[in-house]
């Protein structure tokens, strides 16, 4: 039997991923294809702007597993989103990042500016600089404003382009590591052993502006993309907000609240005036009007009676019910609309997918037109 036949006869499977250490389209199609080589995967399709995987599979040859080992082979992280109460802690992390690169951002565009404005100062009086000329525009001067913007605002890239060389593979920080580190190591040179040029008859000018700038300039860029990032999740994350955190479930003949995710099917939940319904049910006593404009856009109130069908999230307004759980966790309603949301970011136009194909084969062809 054909690996499509075994595949028809089995019940294929769909994952998502977590992927975390993407810094660009490249990255993206580098773990892509990695999912992609494994026996028993239909489908992978990696997405950079939300740092997702959506894997088709055959359960019966590959596992999640393997997946995660895939990914981690390739020289990136992969974990399974996290459950309903772990979703702050995710939120909480892609905050931080964005205030580091904030400040190394804000730090590095200061300093590249300052480099700049002092290498380029000489155009201003017209080759008749002050007495302070070689103080103030020394190379000395423009190596301690640049080296921290090399050393510490470049940390990420190189990190980012060692881990992806240790794995044989590039991305776009090989190239600004590469670039950048020529500038500089060249200025140094000038800086420290101008001798070397005089000597062959070369001026020992010092590219200290262009190393620094171009550092600046990307952290920039990735503060941007990961605002953009976090913006993208909002959506999803003010959806998954209308659910409310607990139930008050009868259990034991007593109602205690519990966390809504450890609501299950067939659980009795009361619901007062003014509360969220917990999870999808049918009202088994009580009636009362309920406001369902979130899933409708409608805000007039809903008549519910005993029998009648309520959805998770929506508001109970007049009276007190009591309802069974009839569809909990992944299988509300609620639920289903964030996974059409999450599907729609995750899915790639295609000129994405014509950009990420570019993206995978722009390094190395730059870095071979250049040895050449």
């Known amino acids: 039997m054909t690996q499509v036949n075994r595949m028809a006869a089995v019940q294929e499977q769909t994952v998502e991923l977590d992927i975390k250490g993407m810094h660009c389209g490249g990255c993206a199609a580098t773990v892509q294809k990695a999912l992609q080589r494994l026996p028993g995967v239909c489908d992978a399709n990696v997405n950079f702007a939300v740092e997702t995987a959506t894997i088709r599979f055959d359960p019966t040859q590959v596992s999640v597993a393997d997946f995660i080992a895939a990914v981690q082979n390739a020289g990136y992280d992969a974990e399974i989103p996290p459950e309903d109460g772990a979703s702050e802690a995710a939120d909480a992390e892609r905050d931080a990042e964005i205030r580091s690169l904030t400040v190394r951002a804000v730090v590095c565009a200061a300093l590249a500016l300052i480099v700049f404005a002092l290498s380029n100062l000489r155009h201003l009086f017209h080759h008749s600089p002050p007495a302070y000329w070689s103080l103030v525009t020394g190379h000395w001067l423009l190596f301690a404003l640049a080296t921290p913007v090399q050393v510490w605002g470049a940390a990420p890239f190189y990190v980012s382009a060692w881990k992806a060389a240790i794995h044989r593979t590039t991305n776009m920080f090989t190239l600004i590591a590469i670039g950048s580190s020529a500038a500089y190591l060249y200025s140094v040179a000038a800086t420290f052993l101008p001798s070397l040029f005089t000597a062959a008859g070369v001026a020992a000018h010092v590219y200290f502006d262009t190393s620094s700038s171009i550092i600046a300039i990307i952290l920039i860029g990735r503060l941007m993309e990961a605002r953009a990032r976090r913006q993208a999740s909002a959506a999803i994350q003010r959806l998954i907000g ?79 019910f009591t309802l069974e759980a009839t569809q909990v966790g992944k ?20 000129v994405q997918r014509l950009a990420d194909a570019v993206a995978a084969v722009f390094v190395p062809t730059v870095l071979l037109i250049a040895a050449l």
């Open 331 to 350: 299988d509300t309603v609620l639920a289903q609309i964030v996974r059409l949301v999450q599907a729609a970011q995750g899915a790639k136009a295609p």
């Open 242 to 320: 209308l659910q409310p955190k607990t139930a008050r479930v009868v259990r034991g003949g007593e109602e205690v609240d519990v966390p809504v995710y450890k609501v299950r099917v067939g659980d009795v939940v009361i619901v007062r005036p003014g509360e969220r319904i917990p999870v999808d049910g049918k009202i088994i006593e009580g009636a009362s009007t309920v406001d369902e404009s979130m899933l409708t856009g409608e805000s007039m109130p809903v008549e519910k009676k005993i029998g009648d069908p309520v959805i998770g999230a929506t508001v109970n307004l007049t009276g007190s």
